[in-house]
Each structure stands twice: as C-alpha cells, then as structure tokens.
C-alpha cells in the first residue's frame, strides 16, 4: 500500500470509532438524560388522588390550588412548594396565591363536573368537626337530597378556603393533628355560614 | 537477582506514575477516614502531581553531578518510606506532606531509573520500556486503588508499594551504569510535544478522575465496581500498540488520532443515555486507545535524540503533572458549581414525583418528612434516598408504590449527577482538542 492511503487509514478508522460510539448514544437519548422539568404550571393538568371521599377531594384541591399559585406566582409548581416548605414567614404574596389558587381550584372540578355531592362527603365532614352530637345525628337524618340542595359542595368549600388561616395551617404542617383540628374548624364554620346563607332559599 | 532488575525498575515507574492518580477511588474513605473536607482532600492528588512536576527538572540538574544508581536507589528509598508513611497518617496535613515527600522521592526514582533502564537495555529499548511503563502505571493507577480500597482499605494502597519499592532499591544499586558526565544543555525542550502532554494530561484528569466521581458519588456505585469499570482505559491502551503496528501511521498521525479519540471519548462520557455502567464503556474504549497512541509517541518525540536525556525526560514528566494539576484546577471549580446548581432541579425533580406519587396523602407527607431529613443530613453530597426509603412507616400497601417512587427518585438523582458532570467533561474534551491543536497547526519555519 502507497504511503498516501495508509496515512488516512487511522483517522478514516478513529473518525468511524468516535461517530458510531456518539452517533449510538445519541440515538438512545444521551443528549436529554436530564432530571425532570417541572411542567408549566399554568397548562391544564390532570390530577387524581388514591384516597376517596373528603381526602381525596382534599388533595386533588391542594394540586390544582399549587398549579394555580404558582402559575400566579410565575414559578414552577415545586419551586413553591419547595419554598413554602422552608421554615420562617411566607410572604403575603405567597398566601394570597395560594388562597386564590385553591379557590381556582374548586371552579376547575365544579367546571368539570367533579366536585362529588355534599351528601357524599357529610359523613366524612361531621366525624371530624366540633358539632355537638345532637346536631350531627340530626344532619345525618337529613335525607341527601335535601342536603344537597342546602349545602352546594362548591359553596361549602369556598367558604372552607375563605375561613382557612394559611399562614397557620401553612406552619402547623409538621403536625398531623393540629392541622386537622384546623381544617375541621374551617369546615364547620363553612357549614354553618352555608347553611345559613342557603336557609331561606329552603324556606 | 540480575535478571529481575530491569523488571523491578519497570515496575518502579509504574508504582511511581500510578500515583498520580492511585488514590481517586480512596478519596471518599480517606474524606471520612481523616475527618477532611472535600476541598483538603483533594490536596492528597494535587500535591504529588504538583511537587513532581515542579521537582522534575532540578531533579534532572542533580543527576548531571552524580552517579545515577546512588541517586535512583535514594528516589526510590524516599518513596517507599513516604508510602508507608502515608499508609499512618492519622491526618490530613500529615498524608499531604508524605504525598510531597512521595513526589520528591518519585521524581528521583523515574529519572534514574530511565538512566538504569538505558545502561540496562541499551538505548531504544530502555527509553521505550520506560515510556511504557509510564502510560501503563497512568492508566492502572486509579483501577488498583480502587480495588485496594475496596478489598481492605485506602492504607492498602500505600502498603503495597512499600515491599515492591524496598526491592527495587537494591536492584538499582546492582546496575552498571555509564559515570555521570557533565552535558552541556544541547537541546531546547521539545516546547510542542510538552504542551501536548501537558494538556493531554489535564484532558485525561477528567476521564480518569471525573469519571470515577460519578460512579462513586454521583451513580452510588461501589469503589470495587467504579475500579473494574475504570479498567476499560488500561486494557484499550493496551490495544494501542498493536493496532498502531497493523495500520503504521506516522508518528504525528498517531498522536493527533489520539487526542481525537480522547476527545471523543470525553464527548461520549458527557452524554451517557441512563446511569448504566455499559454506557461508559464505548467513550472509555476511546480514551484508553487515544491515550495508548499519543502519550506513548508525544513522550518519545520529546526524547529523540535529545541529550541530555534525563533533562528532557524531566520535561515530559513536569509537563505530565503540571497537566494534572492544571486539570484539577480547571475542572473542579466547574464541576462542584455544577453539583451546586443540579442541587435545585434535583430537588424540584423529587418533589414532583412525591407530590404526583399513587399514594396517600398521609403517605406522601411521611415521604416528604423523610426525605426532607435525609436531604438536610446529607448537605453537600449526592444524597443517598435509601435510609430515608427504609425507615419509613407507612401503610402496607402503600409499599409497592414507595418502591417505584424511591426507583424514581434514585434515577433523577443519577440524572441530576450525569447532567453536572456534563460540562466537566466537554471541557476535558476541549482540552484534548487543544492537544490536538498544538500538535497539527503549523508553526514558524526555524531559521537556522
């Protein structure tokens, strides 16, 4: 072989070596092994819950309300929750986003038809409130119907929002049991201020 | 024992370059070990790649007065007593001032014994043999301290070489070499094939020192595993040889393929398609064959036919260490600013998936409880999710998807590690390229 073809012959070989072994991973996605993009809060995003009945409407509220927040707040959707998990104050942007953002929420499931009856979830509400027990058993012997065409669910839980102290609740996190506490307080007063503001439409 | 002493002086220089970069696996446990920073112990490789290289010439003035074997069976004597040395050091300060000690009696150590080697083999075959134990102890070095570490402790590494070096002191003193003459410095250094090695070797930091980084801390591989994946760049080196006899390319051709193939093989590390260690393997083939090819030929070229040879010997190993050094400065600012910024994305990865996680909510807030301790906890490390996983008591049932969700959470973690290194190592990839460049651009027509 002359000299001129031989002297090719390596980097011919080294340039088919180096393109196959980029050309392959590229192929198989080597440029974008990234960690996960937080989706844009702001796009309509599908959120579902394993738990059933108050819990699960609960927690489906709390995503979209965290969408809704941070799509007002123009950061991710785990960049607020991320902050929001810090110790020390929360900004009253942070709390006045975040309240708007679950009242969003709430018209999102009620525009969507996925708010269930308040019927369903009255059960869950009256064990955990701080109804005296004559009340309770009283609203349990309500027939559904009635229940809900008095208490519409969507009323019920703006008022929940309305009457809930974020910057508390937002503080007491680490503690399962005072959180409850607070929540069912808030229910309760939603209840009441519902079924008040429904009364005459009954009569 | 005559026929064992060229042996032992190959294995000397071997023992002696492994070191630059023997200890990369050991650098987590010599972390817990000695009770360091991150920022001290990386002292424990800069010290010996930075006082061999700025000892290396002087080193080479002294063996102009002296003779060689004297000055060799001293190099090697410091060396073995450094190494047991380190092997007790019970602090940080006192392992960095043996690696000094080390690197002062390892540059005696390399030069003499490329003089013994010579006296020993004749001329070509001394300096070849010499240059090949170098490439070779480079690019074993960071596979045997991994498997030392990982068998029985980062000491181990250092005791090892205590026995082979207290060997090969007398060995030297058997050699017959010529009497030390007094050589004018008849030739400049070879100022091109220096800056290549120079720069080769800050390339190369990053795939021998990088790379196994992001196998221990980033890929939570262990060191056994990180040391045996490693060894893919000694046994593709190997490979060099051969494939250069088969295709006889010019000398320059070999080495500016070389640097090509280095660079590639950076490229291929920066962009792995998952964290699975068979990704690593084509870009390390690579490396091991480019630095089989061009550290080999750039070292002989410095030499050839310049005198006197342990001077120009001399330069190739400052510029070599300095490389490393000049490697390590370069990349690691990069690659902890990177670490630090991948800490965000990271963590905004793990609260997405905990917060779209098929679990209770009671579940989710107990997982984000425990992982937020095991983050906080391990501050300033990839964090290992695992003990924040085993101690978690949620609902039974809840087990099948906390799995998936701690699978999860370890790939985007992986993820978040590979994406770090990323720029580490397109810059080592850049400086292969600027190997590349001051080996085939052309320069000024001498004069004379």
Sequence with gaps: ?203 | MRRAVAPLLTLTVALVLADSAVVTLALPDILVNLHTTVGQVAWVLISFNLVLGLVAVPSAVVFDRAQPRLLTAAGIAVFACASAWCASAGSIEVLVGARCVQALGGAFALLGCLELLVAAYGERRGVATWISAGVAGTAIGPVAGGLLTQAFSWQAIFIVQVPCAALAAPAALAVRAATPYVLPDRHRPALRPNLALALLSAALTAALFLLVLLLVEGWQRSPAAAALTVSVVPVAALAARPLAGLLRPPDEVEVAVGCFLIAGGLVGLAIPPSAELAWTIAPQALVGLGLGLAMDRLTSSALRLRLPRARHAAWTLGARHLGVVLGLALLTPVFTADLRDAQMPAEEAITSLVLDAPLQPQDKVAVARALGEELTSQQGRIPDLHHAFATLDVDPASRPATTTLERDLDDQLERAATHAFRDSFLLGALLAVLALAAVVVPGRRSTR
């Design chain 1, 1 to 203: 072989m002359t000299a001129g073809p031989r002297v090719l012959l390596l980097p011919v070989f080294a340039l088919a070596l180096v393109t196959g072994v980029l050309g392959i991973q590229l192929a198989h996605g080597g440029a974008s092994f990234e960690p996960l993009r937080p989706a844009d809060p702001c796009a309509v995003r599908d959120v579902s819950a394993q738990a059933s009945g108050i819990e699960g409407l609960s927690e489906r509220l709390v995503l979209l309300g965290l969408d809704g927040a941070a799509c007002r707040l123009h950061v991710s959707r785990e960049a607020l929750v991320l902050g929001l998990a810090q110790s020390g104050p929360r900004s009253p942007a942070q709390l006045a986003a975040l309240r708007a953002g679950l009242l969003d929420a709430v018209q999102k499931l009620k525009d969507a038809d996925a708010l269930p009856p308040s019927s369903a979830l009255v059960d869950d509400t009256l064990d955990s409130s701080d109804l005296n027990g004559f009340v309770k058993a009283a609203i349990r012997a309500i027939p559904d119907s009635v229940i809900n065409s008095a208490l519409p669910t969507d009323d019920v839980l703006t008022r929940t929002i309305d009457n809930l102290d974020l910057h508390t609740l937002l503080a007491n996190l680490d503690d399962q049991q005072g959180l409850n506490r607070q929540l069912a307080a808030a229910v309760s007063h939603a209840l009441k201020d519902s079924l008040t503001g429904q009364l005459p439409h009954l009569l």
